[in-house]
């Protein structure tokens, strides 16, 4: 996954950026998920009928059915959504499209591998898959068929990702049968490559380096304190940090305690983040730094409507719609609850 790259010449694309704009006039505002808070699951299923998930849900419906189909309804409008970017983009445009998307790969990578070490069905996984970056339908399948997980391993050399850097991870995992180490690689070849991209991209893609630069301090500080919490020592959290380490990251690495990391992490999050860690909770402070990538994306889409930032911006902003949805319909199924949903919401 990793390469050298040349910095990108990138122009204007006044017709693109257009069409841009009105797909992000369609997304959710502040209005519509008051609204869905209040719905039952049949109620959300119809609200989505009058958008523009409405085709996804139509054509899906006539095989699959409850929450089921809602759930896959979503992700093949997200898929769509990528696919007509890529076709209304010029080639230096696409590129950075493709770029992006090798999340989309990362995700689908990691949703296959815990599908074998869980040995779910192929079917409950491949509902779970986003056929939308460098691995095609052909190649998640060749993926799936997997016997084991040291098989899908193997089989990734062939996309790039050669055995040797699992190697380490694969002693971890036959001692302990954990997976996790596997992830992290994955991840930190990801990141590492979106790193060089980032330095690629000319001075109008700045807000997105900065946006990567963010996303990336956000996984490393999740995975220290995950880490930490699992009583790994400082070496072992070291070699599991992606990229160039920011100053807050050295400074959270440098803790010597919960306590210590708890400091530290207070200058970033809410007190009531603070105290759900040190209960041993981190889906507080992951919300919060959700949101804060989120109103990155606004700078984004309204600073600069006129350069590959817009796309990008959208491209994020869309994700977290979709998965802002998910969250509903699960809460709506399993009776959450609206404070419990509200609390979920990115926004």
């Known amino acids: ?4 790259l040349k910095v990108l010449h990138l122009g204007r694309y006044p017709y693109t950026y257009a069409r841009v704009s009105v ?3 369609r997304l959710l505002g502040r209005e519509d998920y008051h609204k869905l808070l209040k719905m039952s699951l049949s109620e959300i299923a119809g609200f989505l009928q009058g958008t523009d998930y409405k085709g ?3 054509e899906l419906g006539l095989k699959y059915s409850g929450v089921g189909l809602l759930e896959m309804a979503l992700n093949r409008n997200l898929v769509d959504t990528w696919g007509k970017l890529k076709r209304i983009s010029a080639d230096a445009l696409r590129l950075v499209i493709q770029a992006y998307l090798l999340r989309v790969d990362v ?4 949703a296959i591998l815990r599908g074998i070490h869980a040995k779910e069905s192929p079917d409950s996984v491949r509902a779970m898959l986003l056929p939308a970056g460098q691995l095609s339908v052909e190649r998640l399948e060749f993926l799936l068929k997997s016997e084991s997980v040291e098989d899908f391993l193997r089989k990734l050399n062939l996309f790039g990702l050669r055995f040797e850097l699992f190697r380490d991870a694969f002693d971890s995992f036959i001692k302990s049968n954990s997976i996790a180490g596997f992830e992290e690689v994955v991840d930190s070849e ?3 490559y979106a790193s060089s991209f980032a330095g690629s991209l000319p001075s109008q893609g700045r807000l997105f380096r900065k946006f990567l630069e963010a996303e990336l301090e956000m996984l490393n500080i999740i995975n220290i304190l995950r880490l930490r919490r699992a009583g790994v020592d400082r070496a072992g959290v070291l070699r ?3 990229g160039s380490p920011s100053a807050f990251v050295r400074a959270l690495l440098k803790s010597e305690s919960s306590d210590d990391a708890a400091r530290v992490l207070s200058q970033r999050v809410s007190e009531a983040s603070v105290s759900a860690f040190l209960r041993g909770s981190l889906s507080e402070a992951e919300l919060e730094f959700g949101r804060s990538l989120l109103a ?7 600073q600069h409507p006129l350069s ?3 796309i990008l911006g959208y491209m994020f902003a869309k994700e977290v719609e979709v998965r802002n949805l998910k969250m509903l319909i699960k809460s709506s199924q399993l009776g959450l609850g609206i404070g419990f949903a509200e609390q979920q919401l990115i926004i």
């Open 1 to 4: 996954m990793r390469r050298s």
């Open 23 to 25: 797909m992000r006039s």
């Open 56 to 58: 996804a849900v139509d």
């Open 107 to 110: 995700w689908n990578v990691k």
């Open 190 to 192: 990801y990141y590492a």
């Open 240 to 242: 599991r940090v992606s």
């Open 296 to 302: 990155r994306t606004r700078l984004m889409l309204h």
């Open 308 to 310: 590959v930032d817009v």
